[in-house]
């Protein structure tokens, strides 16, 4: 980390005199082993070598640019906290993809382009919370009449019986009805 680095900046791109990059975003290093890093070259810096090390830089900072922050998962709120390793992002830098989001504790932080949306750790953490909520969510409309009868509790028995009656006195009086009517 070179001294004077600020740490709270959106995204930054830091070159050194011996030709090394290294890259921040949202306060956050990228790991050597990011894949950003696959096709980045390498240029030292010397009297002979600066319009190499201009056009390094601006490839470099065009490359950069081309990638976006990780969006994570901003659906299935109501089940954020069921993911061990994911942590909620507040989105203090006003990262324009997301306003509060669920991370993967591994997020890359950085995808490669406008059409991906969020890196592969945190896909994997998009389809947990999916499946949770696509279960919560059954649960909650699977009513208690598509149990069995044999499955219920004593309560749930006499609660079901109270509604077949119900609807039992519900069901003869509109036969009823429709008999006069005819």
Excluded at 1 to 15: D, H
Excluded at 19 to 37: Q, Y
Aim: charged share 35%.
């Amino acid at each position: 980390m070179p001294y004077g680095r600020p740490t709270l900046v959106q995204r930054s791109l830091f070159f050194s005199i011996d030709g090394a990059v290294s890259a921040a975003v949202n306060g956050k290093d990228l790991s050597s082993t990011h894949p950003f890093w696959q096709d980045a070259e390498k240029t030292a810096l010397n009297e002979d070598s600066t319009k190499e090390l201009s056009e390094f830089v601006f490839k470099s900072a065009n490359r950069f640019r081309s990638h976006e922050v990780c969006e994570g998962v901003e659906d299935f709120r109501e089940v954020w906290k069921t993911a061990e390793d994911a942590e909620i992002d507040y989105n203090r830098f006003h990262e324009p993809r997301f306003k509060v989001t669920c991370r993967s504790t591994e997020c890359l932080t950085l995808v490669p382009s406008l059409k991906v949306k969020r890196c592969s750790y945190c896909q994997s953490v998009w389809r947990l919370l999916s499946k949770r909520s696509a279960t919560r969510e059954g649960d909650a409309q699977t009513p208690e009449r598509k149990k069995a009868y044999k499955y219920l509790n004593t309560p749930q028995k006499t609660k079901r019986m109270k509604q077949i009656s119900k609807d039992m006195k519900r069901l003869r009086a509109s036969n009823e009805r429709l008999k006069r009517k005819v």
